[in-house]
Nanobody, 124 residues
Framework: QVQLVESGGGLVQAGGSLRLSCAAS????????MGWFRQATGKEREFVAA????????YYSDSVKGRFTISRDNAKYMVYLQMNSLKPEDTAVYSC?????????????????WGLGTQVTVSS
């Protein structure tokens, strides 16, 4: 089992920045690829960013590429999402997820463990 707890969400003006954190506990953190996903009210959950076990491979959705950066610290069992140049359409609940194995994917169904999420609201 892996437990995931997100933090760092909040209310920010358009153009601002936030840094989300996800703390993992349980199994060895480097056994997992990690991902960030988001779900806006009335919409389906969507992929945001993913990182492989070592941090050497990252993926981003087209909507956040160039604005968001995913990173991880295996010694601290942490994964981060730095979000810059935020837009109102980035408003959503952001969740981190863990995928067991050395591969990394953008597919929601491939992730084995999920946090409860943290709310990000971007005002115009």
């Amino acid at each position: 089992q892996v437990q995931l707890v997100e933090s760092g969400g909040g209310l920010v003006q358009a153009g601002g920045s936030l840094r989300l954190s996800c703390a993992a506990s349980g199994r060895t953190f480097s056994d997992f690829a990690m991902g960030w996903f988001r779900q806006a009210t009335g919409k389906e959950r969507e992929f945001v960013a993913a990182i492989n076990w070592s941090g050497g491979i990252t993926y981003y959705s087209d909507s956040v590429k160039g604005r968001f950066t995913i990173s991880r610290d295996n010694a601290k069992y942490m994964v981060y999402l730095q979000m810059n140049s935020l837009k109102p359409e980035d408003t959503a609940v952001y969740s981190c997820a863990a995928q067991l194995g050395r591969g990394v994917t953008t597919r929601i169904r491939s992730y084995d463990y999920w946090g409860l999420g943290t709310q990000v609201t971007v005002s115009s």
